[in-house]
Each structure stands twice: as structure tokens, then as C-alpha cells.
């Protein structure tokens, strides 16, 4: 079975704080997504990566960065966090783009205050 | 913005019963999948149907695809109270560079 792990499930953070949000796939999968979860918009795609050390801009990149040094781990980076990005992220990987079934991690919530 | 829009947003039914969800989407699509998330977890992938397909069956699982009227439903049959989630449609198309859309989802509520 394909696994991705999310490095928390839940995490408090002050506002102005960097903050990283790690995912790992265990299925040598070439695609790994980042995406929010807020109520009533469904999931919206931040950030997405077709390969090691590439990255593409999804429909809310802004306040986020990401990086992928290493095929199975995609890290979310918010600069400096703001109230308006508490929310839950979901990470996902996929061995195709489009198309294909994507993997996803359990989430982590995040709050900032 | 949302390619594809869940109907109705919750449902609630009993043990046993049907649960019918629609999804309508805006663009031309290669294809449609359709998830369900439990409550504070990951989504999990149900059934992919291709452009081209009209009609798919995967267990209790039953998927429509209508391209003319650019909608899909989505039919659990007999349910359980373990169907107790949201379930998402996700649409890939060209026009998206292949990436997926998700729409806001539809609560299932099966009561025992």
C-alpha cells in the first residue's frame, strides 16, 4: 500500500513564526501536491512538484514556499504565518500527472494565533 | 476556483438506504474521481471514471459520467454507518494542465 506521512497531525504556531510542514511517500512516486482544506471551498492546490528540486506554482502559492531536495519528501514552508493560514493541509503523491489516483497523507491542522 | 460543485452539500439518511451525490464542472475533462474523507483524515480515492466512459461499478459503488451536461453522480448502495464521510469529486482536464479540481464536497451522514 502506498503510505504518505505527514510530520503532525495538529500544530499550534504564533504568528510571524516560520513553519515547516513535512510529507513523505513511500512509493517512488515523480508527483507530490500540497493542498488547504478549509470549510466550503474544498481542497485548493498550493503548491506541486513533477520531479526532485522542481516545483510549480498552484492556484494559492502566496505566503508559501515549498522544496524537494530528495524524490520522497515535499516540505511546505509558510514564511511567516499568518491567522489567515489556519487550516488543514493535505499533502498528496502520484506516480503520473493528471489523471491518476492521488495518494494522500492523514493532514495536519494547523493553527495560528 | 472550484471546477467541480457537489449536490446536495449534506445528506442524511438511514442504515440501508441509497445515497445519491451529483458533481456539475465547467470545462471539458479527461477524467473524474470521486473521494471520501473521514472526518479530520486524508481523502481516499473511490472510482476514476474516464471521459469517455458512461458508466462505472466498484462494490457498492456506482459512478456516472454525463460529458453533455458536464455532470457526474455518484450512488452508494445499501449503506453503512462506516459511510459516514464527505465525498469530493476531483476533475482533470487540459484546460486545468492536468492538474486536479476538487469541489466543496458533500456530507454523508448514515444513521444506524
Known amino acids: 500500500d502506498v503510505k504518505v506521512t505527514q510530520s503532525s497531525r495538529y500544530l499550534v504556531k504564533r504568528t510571524g513564526e516560520k513553519v515547516f510542514l513535512e510529507c513523505v511517500q513511500d512509493m517512488d512516486h515523480e508527483n507530490m501536491f500540497w493542498y488547504r482544506q478549509d470549510p466550503g471551498l474544498g481542497l485548493r492546490l498550493i503548491y506541486f512538484?513533477?520531479?526532485?528540486?522542481?516545483?510549480e506554482k498552484g492556484d494559492i502559492p502566496e505566503g508559501y514556499s515549498v522544496s524537494r531536495e530528495k524524490k520522497e519528501r515535499f516540505s511546505l514552508i509558510l514564511e511567516s504565518a499568518s491567522t489567515n493560514q489556519t487550516s488543514m493541509y493535505l499533502c498528496?503523491?502520484?506516480?503520473?500527472?493528471?489523471?491518476?489516483?492521488?495518494?494522500f497523507g492523514p493532514g495536519t491542522r494547523l493553527l495560528v494565533l | 476556483s472550484q471546477q467541480g460543485e457537489e449536490d446536495p452539500q449534506a445528506l442524511s439518511i438511514q442504515e440501508g438506504e441509497n445515497a445519491t451525490m451529483n458533481c456539475s464542472y465547467k470545462t471539458s475533462i479527461n477524467n473524474l474521481q470521486w473521494y471520501r474523507q473521514n472526518s479530520g483524515r486524508g481523502l481516499v480515492h473511490l472510482i476514476l471514471i474516464r471521459s469517455n466512459e458512461r458508466e462505472k461499478h466498484s462494490g457498492r459503488l456506482r459512478v456516472t459520467l454525463d460529458t453533455s451536461k458536464k455532470s457526474s453522480s455518484l450512488l452508494i448502495t445499501a449503506s453503512r454507518a462506516a459511510d459516514t464521510a464527505s465525498y469530493f469529486c476531483a476533475t482533470d482536464a487540459w484546460a486545468a494542465g492536468n492538474k486536479l479540481t476538487f469541489g466543496g464536497g458533500t456530507r454523508v451522514l448514515v444513521k444506524p
Open positions: 512538484s513533477y520531479d526532485v528540486k522542481m516545483k
Open positions: 498528496a503523491s502520484s506516480p503520473l500527472v493528471g489523471g491518476e489516483t492521488q495518494y
